[in-house]
């Protein structure tokens, strides 16, 4: 079956400008993840959502920094006035829901390489 | 906070030789601890894991002991291959996913 997809692949911006990345979780997984990877460096949890609403947005730098979801299914990471330093590769993940738990095994997609000039 | 610290690479080996990547963690309680693999040009794969101290995660000749004593997990394979090459990063879940730096492996034949 489908995994997780995150569009677009790559994605040039220049300082200041806005921009939204999408991930497309696997086909009934309740649960959906955002994590930031720096070169060199490993995952960074950023925002975690079960259903609709973000169960965990601690790993959000700053205000900067927002997502949605709103029908429980695609998410979209917005990212406002970037920075050089917002360069990076944004990875989404999904899991299953047992109980109002989310599983232990995240699937993660291929990441969206962010590059801002 | 909780945090995840593993060797640095690269890690180089010729094939058929053993492989040990060191994974040690910090956290409060009885974190999980995962092993995930990132292969060239694709994305995060999970590995092995283990919940709980004592358990022995394996996967594709690939095995990690949970030790809680020693507060690590550290990955093993007994003979290694060029198709091993990649960046293996140790994790550790309460909750959300607390990843290590990663460590590249490069085997050559």
């Known amino acids: 079956g489908a995994g997780v997809s995150q569009t677009p692949s790559n994605k040039v911006t220049e300082k200041g400008k806005y921009v939204e990345l999408r991930c497309d979780p696997i086909?009934?997984?309740?649960?959906l993840y955002w994590y930031r990877q720096s070169l060199g460096q490993g995952p960074e949890f950023l925002i975690y959502f079960q259903g609709t609403g973000a169960a965990d947005d601690s790993g959000l730098p700053n205000d900067r920094f927002f997502a949605v979801r709103p029908e429980g299914s695609v998410s979209t990471l917005k990212i406002q006035r970037t920075e050089r330093g917002d360069s990076a590769v944004y990875l989404c993940a999904s899991s299953v829901v047992h109980g109002g738990r989310a599983a232990e095994t995240q699937y993660f997609g291929p990441g969206t390489r962010l590059l801002v000039l | 906070g909780d945090s995840v610290t593993q060797m640095e690479g690269p890690v180089t080996l010729s094939e058929e030789a053993f492989l040990t990547i060191n994974c040690t963690y910090t956290?409060?309680?009885?974190?999980?601890l995962f092993w995930y693999v990132q292969y060239p040009g694709e994305g995060l794969q999970l590995l092995l894991k283990?919940?709980?101290?004592?358990d022995k995660g394996s996967n594709k000749g690939f095995e990690a002991t949970y030790r809680k004593e020693t507060t690590s997990f550290h990955l093993e394979k007994g003979s290694v291959q060029v198709s091993d090459s990649a960046v293996y990063f140790c994790a550790l879940r309460r909750g959300t996913l607390t990843f290590g730096k990663g460590t590249m492996l490069l085997v050559s034949p």
């Open positions: 283990a919940t709980k101290a004592d």
């Open positions: 956290a409060t309680g009885y974190p999980s």
């Open positions: 086909s009934g997984h309740t649960a």
